[in-house]
């Protein structure tokens, strides 16, 4: 077994989600492994990753909009706003998503399903700029 590390850093334009498949499965490609596990692991407490359908933009806006009805910006119910009246929802959009994502590959290529595709979920209001930690391990 082998273990190979790289990080990726990712402009999120706004709120919502940017498709980041194609980087994260080139890379696993040229790694020179061919079979086992990759881990994607968002260094952020304020975004997340996911697997989401990447053909329909509709399902990103009706996750966009189910969200912002579970966790409205400004809720007075948040003490912490120091960021902004984004910045509690942020985190707490992120502790109900994923900070990380386990995606088996094969012969170099990942196993992800026809219209699945690896998203940055960005959930403060404007941009930032986000790192991805990827890890392999396989033969």
Do not use: C, K
């Amino acid at each position: 077994m082998r273990q190979i590390h790289h990080r990726i850093q990712f402009d999120t334009p706004r709120r919502g989600l940017l498709e980041i498949t194609r980087p994260v499965a080139a890379w696993v490609a040229s790694s020179g492994l061919r079979d086992g596990l990759l881990t994607v692991f968002i260094r952020h407490t304020s975004a997340s990753v996911l697997i989401q359908e990447n053909a329909d933009p509709e399902v990103q806006r009706d996750l966009e909009r189910f969200l912002a009805r579970l966790v409205p910006d400004g809720d007075p119910l948040f003490e912490h706003t120091a960021e902004g009246r984004d910045d509690m929802p942020a985190h707490v959009r992120a502790a109900l998503t994923q900070t990380h994502l386990a995606i088996p590959f094969e012969a170099g290529t990942l196993l992800l399903g026809t219209w699945q595709g690896i998203y940055v979920y960005e959930h403060r209001l404007r941009g930032h700029r986000r790192e991805v930690a990827l890890h392999l391990i396989g033969t």
